[in-house]
């Protein structure tokens, strides 16, 4: 499993990370136990949370189960320090989490302590924010993004307040770096800043969609995270499991993420449908194992960090982490951006 630094940080992780937003919801603490022991066999140290999973649905009677299974493993396996460990804080209009509140100074240790106790260790590796107090165009929004609405003065202030609350956690010895999630380009640049001239923790990271069918950072945050070494932390590489196929023709598997949540978060559209097919044909095309090729693309990527992966199955798992050993020709590659020029924007 090759090894990218994560940021600035002296931190190494692997290029695929295992991602847990269905432990607690679609798999059992058990699965959560079995998934992490395999993911470490074969050479993943990265290992991705959050404060409001499991998701698929979200729910105040489920929310902070998948870091209480990280507890549970840490204290069964003893293998705290082979994992770089990552979660994030929730941000605004999660009403169950903090009363909804969004990030502040005061809310982002407090939330810190929440995620510590939960995954009973004494450190984060990289603490994330999940979504912007101004809100952002992820998840489907861009199609009606307004950026006039938000506040000039306060959006900076806010940023401001809210990397001192991160720099009170790294002094304080809670977490050792810090990453962005569903970011923009120019709220990045801002943390870049804001971190630069007032001596405040730098961010190392930014956990975005990214998919064959969700290319949004290829331009300017591609740039970003080439001039300031803010890679990406890939999300939904197999677009909630839309590009292995298994949706194509209106299938809706039994216990699939698309039986819980049929449009998979705006996700599926005929617009989708037809784009995979297109990714399925370049598989079928090259002998490649549809998922394996999306998410062996997805570290092609110059900008990517690591790639995080999902699985419900102990099955689905091997596949994902199969992917890394699987190496794109140039001939698959040009037929992947035939694709891309047929179908640019489908999600």
Request: aromatic fraction near 8%.
């Amino acid at each position: 499993m090759n090894m990218n630094r994560l940021g600035r940080t002296d931190m190494m992780v692997s290029e695929i990370c295992l991602g847990t937003m269905t432990w607690g919801e679609q798999n059992t603490e058990a699965d959560a136990h079995e998934q992490m022991d395999y993911a470490l066999t074969q050479g993943v140290n990265f290992f991705d949370t959050a404060e409001m999973y499991p998701t698929q649905p979200t729910r105040a009677e489920t929310q902070g189960l998948t870091e209480e299974y990280f507890g549970s493993w840490f204290r069964k396996s003893g293998k705290r320090d082979e994992v770089i460990l990552a979660t994030k804080m929730g941000g605004n209009g999660v009403e169950w989490i903090r009363g909804g509140q969004g990030f502040t100074r005061a809310s982002v240790m407090e939330a810190v302590d929440g995620n510590l106790k939960r995954l009973g260790v004494d450190h984060i590796d990289l603490y994330q924010l999940h979504w912007p107090n101004r809100g952002s165009y992820h998840f489907r929004k861009h199609w009606a993004f307004d950026a006039s609405t938000q506040d000039k003065t306060t959006t900076v202030d806010d940023i401001h307040e809210t990397l001192e609350g991160l720099g009170d956690a790294v002094k304080a010895g809670k977490i050792r770096a810090v990453g962005l999630s569903n970011e923009s380009a120019w709220g990045t640049m801002q943390f870049v800043r804001l971190a630069e001239e007032h001596g405040l923790p730098r961010v190392a990271s930014i956990q975005n969609e990214y998919s064959l069918i969700c290319r949004m950072f290829d331009t300017d945050l591609a740039e970003v995270a080439h001039h300031e070494d803010v890679g990406l932390l890939a999300f939904s590489p197999l677009a909630a499991g839309i590009l292995s196929g298994k949706y194509q023709g209106g299938e809706i598997p039994e216990g699939s993420r698309r039986a819980a949540v049929e449009n998979l978060g705006g996700r599926w559209r005929p617009e989708t449908e037809a784009a995979t097919q297109a990714y399925l044909e370049v598989a079928r095309k090259h002998g490649l194992d549809p998922s394996q090729m999306a998410i062996a693309f997805c570290m092609t990527r110059s900008f990517m960090t690591s790639t995080i992966i999902g699985a419900t199955t102990i099955d689905q798992l091997k596949t994902a982490i199969g992917s890394w050993d699987v190496k794109l020709s140039d001939a698959v590659l040009d037929d992947i951006a035939t694709a891309r020029r047929a179908h640019p924007l489908p999600i």
